[in-house]
């Protein structure tokens, strides 16, 4: 009978962006009362943050409101993705890696594919982007300046 070792579950912490990184962050938030939101907003901004408030559809609200809301979120988000997308596309080319070069590291080593697994923050804002550099740092690559 083989025994397995089990890892403790670790909860997520969300990590604190550097200084340098205010200009391609920003913090999003919501579900507040709407004077807090803005002086939240305000003292943050007033900061050198990228702050903004995310609009919240009540059951109040009738007809295509609601819908204007919904779809102020989704253009939020997509811009978000739009940024993450960029910031991933320029480590990938400061790197020199691809996708399926990444993707192949991956495949050998299964662990990192692991849902628990902790890949360190290397100066990117996403996930994606540090990973990459990650992989680079495990092979030996640089990413260029």
Known sequence: ???????????????????AERDSTTI?????????ERIL???????GHH???????????????EVHALSRCQMILTEAKKRAQRELDDVL???????????????????????????PHAGAAGVAANLVLHVAARTGRRAAA
């Open 41 to 47: 907003q305000a003292v943050l901004e007033n900061g």
């Open 51 to 65: 702050a903004q408030v995310l609009p919240v559809a009540t059951l109040k609200i009738k007809g295509d409101a």
């Open 28 to 36: 999003l938030f919501g579900g507040l009362h709407w004077r807090l």
């Open 1 to 19: 009978m083989a025994t397995a070792t089990a890892e403790h579950y670790r909860a997520y912490t969300p990590r604190l962006f550097t200084r």
């Open 93 to 119: 080319a400061r790197t020199g890696l691809t996708v399926g070069d990444v993707r192949a590291h991956l495949d050998a080593h299964p662990e990192m594919k692991r849902a628990t697994y902790r890949v």
